[in-house]
């Protein structure tokens, strides 16, 4: 089945020892997003590509950077980072003009040590 | 995006209608109502969306009032696993257009 899928479900790292997290997709979409969820709060949109053209969130902190090197790829790169950044992150995609439903991985949840 | 106003939380008994209210009062012409829902620990999963009109799908009904100032929700016979915060979102329909998630109600089903 096509799907969205984000490598590991968890990842533990230490504070300041930056952490890259990985999602990849098999729905062949233009349009990759991240969002950051903290505890009992809503996702929020920290950036998306448009095939290869990066939209930040005018709020996302310049700590958060991201990269796709391909369609099917996108990675999100915490370069330092803090205890605050503890959340589960999601990755996302979309197909402009097809109903524009997003489409979710499962997420990976970040534990900052 | 308009903002939207959701309840917090909801109980449903186990087979009974779920109806879920948004108010959305200041949505422009525009702008569509989508319904996300997120299952605990999962990321979110689309349920439906629309414009003026009522929708179906094999998920749920979505009803928009007629002034489109407000929508509910239906899940016409909800199981325990439609335990899961319910997500109503306004957004305009276009490229790579991104949604702003509200705080959402967490439906609890009880058996």
């Known amino acids: 089945d096509a799907m969205v899928i984000q490598n590991p479900r968890y990842q533990v790292t230490q504070f300041g020892k930056p952490v890259t997290l990985s999602c990849s997709q098999t729905?062949?979409?233009?349009?990759m997003y991240w969002y950051q969820q903290k505890s009992s709060q809503a996702p929020k949109l920290l950036f998306h590509y448009y095939d290869k053209d990066f939209n930040n969130e005018a709020d996302t902190p310049d700590n958060f950077q991201s990269r796709r090197p391909n369609t099917s790829f996108c990675f999100l790169d915490i370069r330092s980072p803090g205890l605050g950044d503890a959340a589960m992150y999601l990755c996302?995609?979309?197909?402009?003009?097809?109903?524009?439903?997003?489409?979710f991985g499962p997420g990976t949840r970040l534990l900052v040590l | 995006d308009a903002k939207t106003t959701q309840p917090p939380s909801m109980d449903c008994a186990e087979g009974r209608a779920a109806n879920l209210p948004c108010n959305h009062s200041t949505i422009s012409g525009n702008e569509y109502v989508y319904w996300y829902r997120q299952i605990h620990s999962q990321g979110p999963q689309y349920i439906i969306h629309?414009?003026?009109n009522n929708e179906t799908n094999e998920m749920a009904s979505l009803i928009i009032t007629e002034d489109r100032k407000s929508s509910t929700l239906i899940l016409p016979h909800a199981t325990l696993r439609d335990t899961a915060v319910y997500y109503c979102?306004?957004?305009?329909?276009?490229?790579?257009?991104?949604?702003?998630f509200g705080s959402g109600t967490q439906l609890t089903v009880l058996p």
């Open positions: 996302a995609t979309s197909a402009p003009g097809r109903q524009e439903t997003q489409y």
């Open positions: 979102i306004v957004s305009l329909l276009g490229s790579a257009r991104q949604l702003t």
């Open positions: 629309g414009l003026k």
């Open positions: 729905l062949n979409h233009n349009v």
